[in-house]
């Protein structure tokens, strides 16, 4: 099921003008999967079908840490665009574990997915959260095409997920997709996650 808006057209020269603040570091590429230190909202793969995920809450309208940079980045647009997502139950467009798409506009992307995680302390299986998290990003991402997908590290921030398991629960995902996705980035926001992240990778793909 395709969703049905049209794919909007990526401007380059806007995203050229655009003050990055944290150039993207390191790179490491283990297995199937891409490593990077940095900002997700700096990243891009110019040309091709990509999209990137935002870790969101259930309201879907906007927030702090990866949610707000996403939002500041893709401009006022994306959040007309969450608005118009239909809320399953009041204020809730986005049930925890699964994803919602919409055009990126003024990120150097395609299309935003936006999925929901546990919050670690308050949810009763966050593993299963988690998984479902990364599993209906990945489903929808198949679902419409999309080739290059970057992650953030999901729930790991205000929503504290520890590490170490955020990371095996997002690998083992990923197995779950074989050969369906020209590229997997993720993109850690601290030298911790990253280090973190990059062993898991290493561990479990490499
Ligand atoms: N690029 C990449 N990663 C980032 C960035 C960035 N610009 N900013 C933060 N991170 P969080 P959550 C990392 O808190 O835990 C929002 O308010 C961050 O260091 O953004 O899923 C939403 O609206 C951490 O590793 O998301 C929700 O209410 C990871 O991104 C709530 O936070 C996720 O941290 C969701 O909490």
Same mark, same amino acid.
């Given at each position: 099921?395709?969703?049905?808006?049209?794919?909007?057209?990526?401007?380059? &020269?806007?995203?050229?003008? %655009? =003050?990055?603040?944290?150039? /993207? $570091?390191?790179?490491?590429?283990? !297995?199937?999967?891409?490593?990077?230190?940095?900002?997700?909202?700096?990243?891009?793969?110019?040309?091709?079908? &990509?999209?990137?995920?935002? %870790? =969101?809450?259930?309201?879907? /309208? $906007?927030?702090?840490?990866?949610? !707000?940079?996403?939002?500041?980045?893709?401009?006022?647009?994306?959040?007309?665009?969450?608005?118009?997502?239909?809320?399953?139950?009041?204020?809730?467009?986005?049930?925890?574990?699964?994803?919602?798409?919409?055009?990126?506009?003024?990120?150097?992307?395609?299309?935003?997915?936006?999925?929901?995680?546990?919050?670690?302390?308050?949810?009763?299986?966050?593993?299963?959260?988690?998984?479902?998290?990364?599993?209906?990003?990945?489903?929808?991402?198949?679902?419409?095409?999309?080739?290059?997908?970057?992650?953030?590290?999901?729930?790991?921030?205000?929503?504290?997920?520890?590490?170490?398991?955020?990371?095996?629960?997002?690998?083992?995902?990923?197995k779950e997709f074989p050969d369906t996705f020209k590229e997997i980035h993720f993109v850690l926001f601290s030298d911790e996650l990253y280090g973190v992240w990059l062993q898991t990778a290493s561990e479990e793909t490499g």
């Amino acid at each position: 099921a395709r969703t049905s808006f049209d794919q909007p057209e990526v401007h380059s &020269n806007d995203w050229e003008r %655009a =003050a990055c603040p944290v150039s /993207l $570091g390191s790179a490491i590429r283990t !297995g199937s999967v891409t490593c990077l230190l940095g900002d997700i909202w700096c990243h891009r793969v110019i040309g091709k079908l &990509n999209g990137l995920v935002n %870790a =969101a809450n259930k309201q879907l /309208l $906007g927030g702090g840490g990866v949610d !707000g940079a996403i939002h500041r980045a893709a401009g006022p647009e994306l959040l007309d665009a969450c608005r118009k997502v239909p809320e399953v139950r009041r204020g809730v467009r986005c049930p925890t574990g699964e994803a919602r798409i919409t055009p990126a506009f003024r990120l150097p992307v395609f299309y935003v997915i936006h999925t929901v995680g546990p919050i670690y302390d308050e949810d009763e299986h966050p593993e299963v959260s988690l998984s479902n998290a990364f599993r209906n990003s990945l489903k929808l991402a198949k679902e419409n095409n999309i080739q290059y997908i970057a992650f953030p590290a999901i729930s790991c921030g205000v929503y504290r997920y520890p590490f170490k398991e955020a990371s095996r629960i997002a690998i083992s995902v990923l197995k779950e997709f074989p050969d369906t996705f020209k590229e997997i980035h993720f993109v850690l926001f601290s030298d911790e996650l990253y280090g973190v992240w990059l062993q898991t990778a290493s561990e479990e793909t490499g």
